[in-house]
């Protein structure tokens, strides 16, 4: 241990600079990971948080079909109070509008506040303060539709109070406004419910409201969303679900409440698992970073490990101190990354609640509070990786012969075998790579297509060496005559430190491999988008209502709303597209409804499949005849000419399967049957948009301006005319990547400090050289342009490595991995800008890199680095 | 507050004439002018504002275990024409209680229920005699009726016969209940209905049998401001005699002038009886560890121009009804009755109802001033 | 004139709260074309006066003119170009950089000072050869036997014609035989070439080929053997 204190922890102190650059990549890729776990936590603790608080004591749920349960076959199901407490249940979300200009989302829990107890606890608070309950507020609750119950919470933050049930004078606002759909309507606050049972749900963004009155506000007269059921004994709860299951009519289901946790949970596994994914790149080159470290710590340190080996000090001990050292750096970098890691999760569930929300229309919430597990898992994951990747270079240590105390250092030798064991490893990943792309996908998940990344990551890295060492011939010569002595001599010091210099190279080859790729991907992908976008809205405006969630079957358009719009002079046609949440084959999917006839004179969609779309279309109206979109298709294997069983109020009914078309607004599938067959089977339903065609030679911004300064003071709406709207979904679209980038940046930031860090050991251990280039006349300036020239020179080689193998990358992501996860056709395309703008910043970042240790280069006094005596 | 607390004020007001007041009364009142007449008035009033049905019964098992039942239901009427279009906007509140009394086991047992209609998961049907909570129910079945009702601890399943003809309380059924105009009820009871059928216990099926007594009663407001609860008696004696009589106290102590009875005597006519008539006694007073409540659980009962003298018991002290989710306390229970009937020994059985012995007046409840002093919750 | 001039020249070096003057007082010229060696036993001040002759570091006191222009009062930049135009440098350990050719390594000084790569090389090959090491011009350094290594030090000295050529203990690292053969190439050097050589050494033969042999003690001149009257003196 005393040995382990002067021979490491010593220059672990000494050598701050290189320590604190190990330290930080350690950190960084332990925060990353960190953070993405947290914000992914956040996006489904939130929605976990909120159905189990909401749940209370349900045992089960009854179900209808995306419309939920119909009141008439409700009536029949008074059965069910044999197996418990029965509670029918009217959930949604609202805009609470707080200021003109500041709205908060809050969750709508309508209930039977007769009947609800023994399933939920409230605790309410009528009236200020300590006031004496009264059955009159208790009763305005009961039978005032315009009466709603809100959380101590949000009452608090907002500064709102409940109504005295006397008719005094409140202390403050006991009104709240709250829009559902596109309607605003205003509420009066009966009663504060305390901090308990659902209240605590959604911090406080929780409003109760009597069935009767949120039925209402919510136009959902005729039905309830679900109905919960507590049983009366919760431990028969298997024999219950089946018999309640056997019982039940066709068109309703009874589920565990769990269930809708764990589809929203597949709904955004394949996102997360990609984020997850990226999260470890980070991680991985911060592993690079120790080994890195530990390796050039080996090599600047054989004569002292030479003098140790004479002195009889065994093989293992060296082995220990040197993975002593990669532990110590580690525990150092996880103790670091968990804070960071903290800090960097409330910027990503920034990032991704706006795309769970946007994409998913699930809920995310605050940041949940860093937990001993997930410390245990930074230092479980960050320490046992980091003695991995410091293992063969404390392996090589072990191996120093006491004899180089006695002769000497000795470098690179033995170089060549090594080198080509690595070549041949670095192809036979690559060749596993390209089988790996083959495979299928594994639960829904692309694990074979990570698997094929990560191969192609492994076999670039195993490469670099032969990569560089082929490098430095090639340029040897003339090539780099341009860049004068102080090109020939940086050149020169690379050459001779490829084996130190790999492990840099490779770090930050694989972040710009990755980053390409995802940048290939991306761009490819937002073309597809931006041509899909362009050949699938036609309509010269949309309306929506003002919560942004498109395929949120709860906001709908009034009728007041779509009246208007109609009897606009301008407006030619009005086109009412309904979209709901239904499940099939145990997942959710969207099925929406629109004019077939619309759509067809317009050519809103694009068709994969048949060659005759508009005609498969065409044939469609007025038959059970759906279409899907391509991610339905690919995910459940569905093909046109199938008939897939669709679900319907009346149970699963079987439809005609007429075309497949590409669809980029969601990945959970989408089915799509004409609006006639659709009210055959659903009934008439209130639209969630409209698409309005407006007669040739009307001015869309013009008809927009006039119906919002028509409608906006009466109704909460978005109308957006094709060119914003154009917009908005490439604006979106950005912001879902914009995490990725995120990741990606860290990743590089992580690696130009790991190019830092081998330049400062690579002029730590040339201090002699450098004394005596000083000496023979080289000047300050021509050091520090040799230091920078060699930074530069590692970007250059690092980027053209990392392009060649994000090309590669790219490929994978974009025809395995995407479509594995997502089932979306992308065009390749090269972002060729975007790259060469990339490319430019990090050359220029590695060259800044070089400027740390080119001032430390020149700071050497000759006179001192000469001293031999 | 929690909910069940504030239910119980929604149960209280409703019974009074505040809620009228405000309603600028879409109530019917009770009148003189209506006549009761069955089966027709088995059904459903929905223009008064209160309606139960209330059935009570001593049963015996073959080996003599003797039980005692209560199933109830209330209609109160809330609101007669909602604004909501909603189904579930509350019209009436439908509250249901049942209750097992098992002398064996000196067990009382109950459950309650407070529902809205809905979508018809409670009801009371204007066409027949059918209420129900759910899946507890009373309805005419084939000339009976038919009681069934169960709770995870006890159910009851029992077919009642119209033995004897209805009795039509007060004046053809009209029944005075306070001072003030139209604080009566329409009331008539079925006072001796043969029973046989189930009650079940902890899993445990008891073939029964027994008599019950029907009450059906129906009005929208009969309780004056100073009245804070009520003493009920139904017996059946077995010299064939059924006797129901109640007593209105008031806040002060004193007995309101409205208390009344009946008494049936097979053979001969119905006879009113009217406060003077009747004279009931408390006696032993047994204290609810529940609600606080000292109720007498012990009478004396003397009609003295009938020569009865009767002493009271009940079957098990603690008979008293707190509802989980109303919050209404009172004491419904089997009682045993011995006494003399002009010198000779008689016996009998029937149910005892108090109300009006926990927590607040009734009185100061149903009546509250428009800024009552804030109190503390208990 | 002297070619090299030092006067009152001190050094001191702080090693904590207490000073070391490793070099105190010293005056000395040496004249165009004179091999002048410094003796004395380690830590007597060879090297400090080595370093502050060659412009490695300036003097804490007194003044240094070579070829007539002041040292002592340089910048760090003056110093480098004086370095790179006016002294050559061999040292005990070679050091030559070892990512570098032979050729390039003596070639070095001529590059950095902005010498064309071709004529650099030329004169550094024709160098080589001057020294031997013709068949060894595309080596490295670390394949080179340790004469090798120093005679491509010589020639790197001297490609640049320097004024003076500074060297400390040349022959300390070899053997005999190969500390004898860089002996002769110096002293041929001093005297076919003209070559101004300022030598630091431990070894008795070595001083013995000196003009002038200096004999140093705790930082000071002791005494000054004259070997060689050399014709400049004045």
């Known amino acids: 241990m005393a040995l382990f204190g002067w021979f490491i922890l010593r220059r672990v102190a000494q050598e701050r600079m290189r320590t604190g650059l190990t330290v930080a990549g350690i950190a960084l890729g332990v925060a990353v990971v960190l953070a993405i776990r947290l914000a992914n936590a956040s996006a489904l603790g939130g929605f976990a948080a909120a159905l189990d608080t909401v749940a209370g004591k349900t045992s089960l749920e009854i179900i209808g079909t995306g419309l939920g349960v119909d009141e008439q076959r409700l009536a029949q199901l008074t059965w069910l109070r044999t197996w418990g407490d029965v509670s029918p249940v009217i959930e949604g979300d609202a805009l609470a509008v707080l200021s003109p200009n500041r709205t908060e989302a809050v969750r709508v829990l309508g209930v039977d506040i007769l009947r609800d107890q023994p399933i939920r606890e409230y605790r309410l608070d009528v009236g200020a303060g300590a006031r004496q309950p009264t059955a009159q507020a208790f009763l305005g609750l009961l039978l005032d539709p315009s009466s709603v119950v809100i959380t101590e919470v949000f009452a608090r933050r907002h500064g709102l109070v409940a109504e005295p049930a006397d008719g005094s004078e409140a202390g403050g606002r006991s009104t709240l406004q709250l829009a559902m759909g596109d309607v605003s309507r205003t509420f009066r606050i009966r009663a504060l419910l305390r901090n308990q049972g659902p209240a605590r749900a959604l911090d406080g963004n929780f409003v109760l409201m009597d069935i009767a009155a949120a039925q209402w506000a919510f136009d959902r007269l005729g039905r309830v969303d679900r109905v919960d059921v507590r049983l009366a004994e919760p431990s028969r709860l298997d024999e219950a679900e089946k018999a309640i299951g056997a019982r039940l009519p066709r068109g309703l289901n009874v589920q565990r409440p769990a269930r809708r946790g764990q589809q929203v949970e597949q709904m955004l596994a394949a996102f997360q698992f990609n984020l997850a994914a990226l999260s470890y790149v980070a991680l991985l080159v911060g592993l690079f970073q120790v080994y890195n470290t530990v390796a050039t710590s080996v090599i600047a340190r054989r004569d002292e490990i030479g003098v140790l080996r004479a002195l009889g000090t065994p093989r293992r001990t060296v082995l220990a ?511 060729v800008g975007f790259l060469l703008q990339a490319m430019a910043v990090v050359l220029v970042a590695t060259t800044l890199a070089g400027a740390y240790p080119a001032r430390l280069a020149a700071g050497f006094r000759p006179a001192d680095e000469i001293s031999t005596e | 507050m929690t909910m069940r607390r504030a239910l119980v004020l929604v149960l209280l007001l409703a019974a009074s004439p505040v809620l009228a007041a405000l309603a600028s009364d879409p109530w019917k009142q009770a009148s003189r002018d209506y006549a009761v007449r069955l089966p027709a008035d088995h059904v459903s009033h929905p223009a008064y504002r209160i309606e139960w049905w209330y059935y009570t019964g001593n049963l015996e098992t073959d080996r003599g275990r003797r039980f005692g039942y209560q199933i109830t239901f209330f209609r109160i009427g809330i609101d007669p024409s909602p604004a909501n279009p909603s189904k579930w906007s509350v019209r009436d509140l439908l509250m249901a209680h049942i209750a097992v009394t098992d002398a064996a086991g000196g067990r009382h047992l109950f459950a309650e229920r407070v529902s809205r209609a809905g979508v018809g998961w409670a009801g009371a049907s204007q066409r027949d005699l059918h209420v129900w909570n759910e899946d507890w129910e009373v309805r005419l079945e084939f000339g009976r009726h038919r009681l069934q009702a169960r709770d995870p601890r006890f159910a009851i399943d029992l077919v009642a016969s119209e033995d004897r003809r209805p009795v039509l309380h007060g004046q053809d059924g009209f029944s005075q209940k306070g001072s003030s105009v139209g604080n009566a009820t329409h009331y008539y009871s079925l006072t001796r209905m043969p029973t046989e059928g189930f009650v079940t216990l902890d899993g445990e099926r008891f073939a029964v049998k027994g008599d019950s007594w029907m009450d059906h009663e129906f009005g929208t407001s009969f309780l004056e401001s100073n009245q804070q609860g009520w003493d009920w008696f139904s017996i059946q004696l077995a010299d064939g005699a059924d006797l129901m009589m109640f007593q209105l106290r008031r806040a002060d102590g004193s007995l309101d002038p409205q208390s009344s009875g009946t008494l049936v005597r097979p053979g001969q006519p119905n006879r009113r009886l009217v406060a003077n008539d009747f004279a009931l006694t408390p006696g032993r007073i047994w204290t609810s560890p529940v609600s606080g409540a000292r109720y007498p659980v012990e009478w004396r009962v003397s009609v003295p121009d009938q020569g009865l003298d009767l002493r009271v018991r009940p079957v098990v002290d603690a008979q008293e009804l707190t509802g989980a989710r109303s919050g209404v306390s009172y004491w419904e229970g089997a009682i045993e009755v011995e006494g003399m009937r002009a010198g000779q020994p008689l016996t009998g059985r029937g149910y005892l109802e108090m109300t009006g012995y926990s927590g607040r007046a009734l009185g100061e409840l149903l009546n509250p001033p428009p800024s009552a002093t804030p109190r503390k919750a208990p | 004139m002297s070619l090299l001039s030092v006067d009152h020249v001190s050094r001191t070096y702080h090693a904590g709260d207490t000073a070391v003057a490793a070099v105190s007082d010293v005056s000395l010229e040496v004249a165009r074309g004179e091999f002048v060696a410094i003796v004395g036993p380690s830590g007597c001040g060879k090297s400090t006066l080595l370093h502050v002759c060659g412009a490695m570091e300036r003097p804490s006191a007194g003044r240094i003119w070579l070829d007539g222009s002041r040292l002592d009062t340089l910048a760090d930049d003056g110093l480098t170009r004086v370095r790179r135009e006016r002294l050559g440098f061999v040292f005990q350990f070679f050091n030559l950089l070892p990512t570098l050719s032979l050729i390039e390594n003596i070639a070095l000084p001529l590059l950095l000072a902005g010498g064309a790569r071709a004529t650099s090389l030329g004169r550094a090959r024709s160098w080589a050869a001057e020294m031997g090491l013709a068949h060894r011009l595309d080596h490295r350094p670390t394949q080179l036997s340790g004469g090798e290594m120093q005679r491509a030090a010589i020639a790197r000295a001297v490609v640049h014609d320097p004024a003076l050529v500074i060297a400390d203990e040349p022959t300390g690292n070899l053997d005999s035989a190969n500390g004898a053969r860089i002996l002769d190439a110096l002293v041929r050097l001093n005297r076919d070439r003209g070559l101004t050589l300022l030598l630091a050494t431990h070894a008795a033969e070595v001083a013995a080929a000196a003009d002038r042999v200096v004999h140093m003690r705790d930082g000071r001149i002791d005494r000054i053997d004259v070997r060689r009257p050399h014709g400049e003196i004045t």
């Not at chain 1, 036609?538 to 007041?560: F, M, W």
């Not at chain 1, 508009?614 to 759906?626: E, F, Q, T």
């Not at chain 1, 075309?659 to 004409?674: K, Q």
Request: glycine share 10%.
């Open chain 1, 321 to 831: 101190l040197f993975l002593g050292e990669a532990a110590a750096l580690a525990a150092l970098g996880c103790l670091a990354g968990i804070p960071l890691g903290w800090g960097l999760a409330r910027g990503a569930v920034a990032f991704t609640s706006a795309t769970v929300t946007t994409l998913y229309a699930a809920h995310a919430a605050g940041v949940p509070a860093l937990t001993w597990i997930d410390a245990a898992l930074a230092v479980g994951l960050g320490l046992p990786l980091a003695l991995i990747a410091a293992a063969a270079p404390a392996l090589e240590a072990a191996r120093v012969s006491p004899l180089c105390a006695v002769r000497g250092g000795t470098d690179d030798t033995g170089e060549t075998p090594v080198r080509k064991r690595w070549t041949a490893a670095g192809v036979a990943c690559l060749a596993a790579s390209a089988a790996s792309a083959q495979a299928g996908p594994l639960h829904g998940l692309p694990v074979f297509g990570f698997l094929s990344a990560v191969l192609i990551v492994f076999g670039l890295a195993a490469l670099v060496p032969a990569a560089l060492t082929g490098l430095a011939r090639v340029t040897g010569g003339r090539a780099l005559g341009w860049l004068g002595i102080e090109g020939r001599l940086a050149h020169a010091s690379l050459t001779g430190a490829i084996r130190r210099l790999s492990v840099s190279v490779a770090a930050l080859a694989v972040s710009l491999a990755m980053l390409v790729a995802i940048a290939v991907m991306i761009g490819s992908f937002r073309e597809t988008v931006i041509y899909w976008v362009a050949q699938t809205l036609r309509a010269d405006l949309y309306v929506a209502t003002a919560r942004r969630s498109n395929l949120d079957a709860q906001a709908t358009i009034s009728p007041s709303l779509e009246q208007a719009i109609a009897a606009d002079a301008d407006v030619d046609g009005v086109d009412r597209f309904r979209a709901l949440s239904v499940t099939f084959r145990d997942r959710l999917i969207v099925l929406g409804s629109g004019d077939f006839r619309v759509l067809l004179d317009h050519g809103a969609l694009v068709f994969k499949a048949p060659a005759d779309g508009p005609g498969a279309l065409a044939s469609a109206i007025g038959r059970d005849a759906i279409v899907v979109s391509e991610s339905l298709s690919l995910r459940f294997g569905v093909r046109v000419g199938d008939h897939i069983e669709v679900p319907t109020p009346a149970g699963p009914r079987p439809f005609h399967v007429a075309a497949v078309y590409y669809d980029y607004s969601t990945d959970r599938g989408v089915v799509v049957m004409d609006r006639a067959t659709f009210l055959r089977h659903f009934g008439d339903q209130r639209p969630t948009s409209l698409s309005v065609y407006l007669r040739s030679g009307a001015d869309a911004e013009v008809v927009r301006a006039r119906l919002m300064a028509q409608l906006a003071p009466t109704h909460r709406l978005f109308i957006h005319t094709n060119t914003t709207l154009r917009a908005e979904v490439l604006r979106i679209f950005d912001a879902t990547f914009a995490i990725t980038y995120g990741l990606e940046a860290i990743a590089i930031v992580v690696a130009v400090l790991g190019v830092t860090g081998t330049l400062v050991t690579l002029i730590l251990e040339r201090r002699r050289e450098l004394g005596t280039l000083r000496l023979v006349g080289a000047d300050l300036g021509q050091i520090r342009r040799m230091i920078v020239i060699e930074a530069g020179m590692l970007g250059a080689v690092s980027q053209a490595l990392g392009m060649a193998a994000g090309l590669a990358l790219s490929v994978v992501l974009i025809y395995v991995i995407n479509v594995q996860s997502f089932g979306w056709t992308i065009q390749f395309h090269m972002p």
